[in-house]
């Protein structure tokens, strides 16, 4: 599976930006998919995760009530909709699936394939 993410950018505090993250491959809607992220000299972290059909989603509390993850089986797409952003939100945000069906996976190592990418900047 190549996952090519894409969507971030610079923006100011309390604004908002939409990730995308295009899936390659016939098996995309059996993949659990995640979004994760980087800052410098940090772990990377959970942000949020969807279940093949949608139907189950996790998010970390970080950003519960101002991020939405959804997908389109059609277009083998993840998004990630990211509102009232915060200056530590700032990082690099990396798509990610996760071949194993379960809900509630959090751990970077969990996930089988991983996109390159895409910087989002928060300024205060």
């Known amino acids: 599976v190549h996952l090519q993410a894409s969507g971030g950018g610079l923006v100011q505090a309390g604004g908002s930006l939409r990730l995308s993250c295009a899936a390659s491959g016939r098996t995309f809607n059996t993949y659990v998919m995640g979004w994760f992220r980087q800052a410098p000299g940090k772990e990377r972290d959970f942000v949020a995760a969807v279940t093949g059909s949608g139907g189950n989603i996790d998010y970390a509390g970080s950003v519960k009530g101002r991020f939405t993850i959804s997908r389109d089986n059609v277009k083998n797409t993840v998004y990630l909709q990211m509102n009232s952003l915060k200056p530590e939100d700032t990082a690099v945000y990396y798509c990610?699936?996760?071949?194993?069906?379960?809900?509630?996976?959090?751990?970077?190592?969990?996930?089988?394939?991983w996109g390159q990418g895409t910087q989002v900047t928060v300024s205060s």
């Open positions: 990610a699936a996760d071949k194993e069906p379960l809900y509630g996976r959090r751990f970077y190592w969990e996930y089988d394939y």
